[in-house]
């Protein structure tokens, strides 16, 4: 866990190295950013089905994104990454969130090659993974500054976070004291989408993850649970966000238990090959 204030920012920093399960894996939509300092051979990413590949050497830089992305990885991977809240890159960026949606950016681009060239280096000769991520978290802190508007998305989405993405966003704008306009500029500011879409993103992450594969699944019951209007709604809703049906996502998923039981990665990301 981040120390304070990135707390309010980050869910958590990780360390990423050996072989993947997978040389790709298809990671659908979350209500939160990813960045990445890669320390290995470059990998690679697709924002998309319909986008063209490309490799990141140096790290990437992902805000809240609406298409599931699709990552390639080398033989052996090494790198370090933060797991934010969706407005947690905001503070980090030198442009709005919303410029960066779904264009998956380079570490470089972000933060600059000499500063990013250091601290690769500094990491790679740090002593172990927990000395690696402390280094990063302190170059977070040491980059951390003042963002307008970030009080107020960041309670809106705790709102909506709270409630499942059921929350309705007029009474959100409302309760803050402001209008719609305003709500869903700032919110694309800082998180890179509209209140509603990120609404859409939670309840569709928080029905995925209620999925129990290893069981019998009633589509049904789990659609209108989910708040979604029938189950042709939420079929619609699986393909928009992953590119599979939910039948196709449940054979996916039972082949990563099935293969890699108890893997860390199993639960979101699925095998592309």
């Known amino acids: 866990m981040p120390r304070p204030p990135l707390d309010g920012l980050i869910d958590d920093l990780y360390y990423l190295g050996g072989a993947s ?52 990885y080398p033989l052996r991977t090494r790198s370090v990454g933060v797991h934010c809240k969706p407005w947690g890159l905001a503070p980090f960026l030198p442009v709005p969130a919303a410029e960066l949606c779904d264009r998956p950016v380079t570490l470089e681009q972000v933060w600059g090659r000499p ?19 402390t280094l990063l978290e302190q170059e977070l802190m040491r980059r ?15 709102v909506i976070a709270a409630t499942g993405g059921s929350a309705a966003i007029g009474g959100l704008s409302a309760a803050a004291g402001v209008s719609g306009t305003h709500l869903a500029q700032r919110f694309k500011e800082l998180v890179g989408v509209t209140p509603k879409r990120l609404a859409r993103t939670y309840r569709f992450a928080a029905t ?47 082949r990563f238990l099935r293969e890699h039981p108890g893997h860390a990665l199993d639960g979101w990301p699925l095998p592309a090959d």
């Open 144 to 158: 951390l500054g003042g963002t307008a508007g970030l009080g107020l998305v960041r309670h809106t989405s705790g």
């Open 21 to 72: 399960p997978y040389a790709r894996l298809t990671l659908p939509p979350m209500p939160g950013a990813l960045l990445i300092v890669n320390l290995g051979a470059p990998f690679r990413v697709r924002a998309g089905t319909d986008a063209e590949t490309a490799e990141y050497a140096d790290g990437c830089v992902v805000t809240t994104p609406t298409r599931a992305f699709e990552f390639g």
């Open 115 to 133: 500063a990013v060239a250091e601290l690769r280096d500094r990491l790679a000769t740090a002593d172990g993974p927990h000395a690696m991520l």
């Open 208 to 254: 995925v993850l209620s999925i129990d594969p290893a069981g019998p699944i009633d589509w049904g019951a789990l659609a209108g649970g989910a708040g979604y209007f029938d189950q042709a709604h939420f079929c619609h809703e699986f393909r928009a966000f992953t590119g599979l049906t939910p039948t196709r996502y449940l054979e996916v998923r039972r």
